[in-house]
């Protein structure tokens, strides 16, 4: 059975200050990785996706993350945080296969003026 | 394009009483989740369902029951409330083949139980 780790329950930062999300995850065949972010009282919506392909998946609002199979992670970063950031954010593995995806318990991203 | 729409948002129950959940989507998706989420404990599948006409347990299904008699309505059910069951509840739905594979949620239902 899969599982995901994400490493760090709170993370405090300034604004324009650069973060790393850490995520990793155990699973023995191929994976599915997604990053999902919630933002106060708001239900999840879809960050970013790895499928297949390229290791390296942008957001549209300037996160990125790298698929890094021999480490078995998938880091979330942006190099310049914003206010409007501040919001959990969940790590997802998905196994080719299986009809559930499984959810990390979530880092929470405080931005701070 | 509503998506995925959960009914109610807020509820406030008696230990005892029971409810009903009802989510609700759009895109034609096979796959739909009910989930729970608490503080520092993320989501955890309580049920789901793979088409209509199908469920399946999921990680915490005790004290819940769930219905899919449409593919486009996911049904959740509280027989007999319980304040452990003070919680968020969120929906999901996904295609699960391809490129597709991603879930979309609906806005949550605040449950409380007292």
């Known amino acids: 059975a899969q599982s995901v780790t994400q490493l760090d329950s709170q993370v405090p930062v300034f604004e324009e200050a650069p973060v790393e999300l850490r995520c990793n995850y155990s699973s023995s065949v191929s994976v599915y990785l997604f990053w999902y972010v919630q933002y106060p009282n708001q239900g999840l919506q879809l960050l970013l996706k790895?499928?297949?392909?390229?290791?390296l998946v942008e957001s549209i609002n300037g996160f990125e993350a790298e698929f890094n199979k021999s480490q078995t992670s998938f880091h979330l970063r942006k190099p310049s945080v914003h206010i409007s950031d501040t919001a959990e954010y969940f790590c997802v593995v998905d196994v080719g296969g299986s009809y559930i995806p499984t959810f990390g318990r979530g880092t929470s991203l405080i931005v701070h003026p | 394009n509503a998506g995925v729409t959960q009914t109610p948002k807020f509820r406030v129950l008696k230990t005892g009483q029971s409810m009903t959940l009802l989510c609700a989507q759009d895109?034609?998706?096979?796959?739909m989740y009910w989930y729970r989420q608490d503080p520092g404990m993320g989501l955890r599948l309580i049920h789901y369902s793979v088409g209509e006409g199908t469920t399946a347990k999921g990680e915490v299904p005790d004290g819940y029951n769930v219905s899919r008699l449409k593919k486009q309505n996911f049904l959740l059910g509280l027989e007999s409330a319980a304040p452990s069951q003070t919680s968020v509840y969120f929906c999901?739905?996904?295609?699960?083949?391809?490129?597709?594979?991603?879930?979309?949620f609906g806005q949550g239902t605040r449950l409380t139980v007292v």
């Open positions: 999901a739905s996904s295609f699960r083949t391809g490129r597709l594979r991603e879930a979309f």
């Open positions: 895109m034609n998706h096979e796959y």
């Open positions: 790895y499928l297949s392909g390229s290791t």
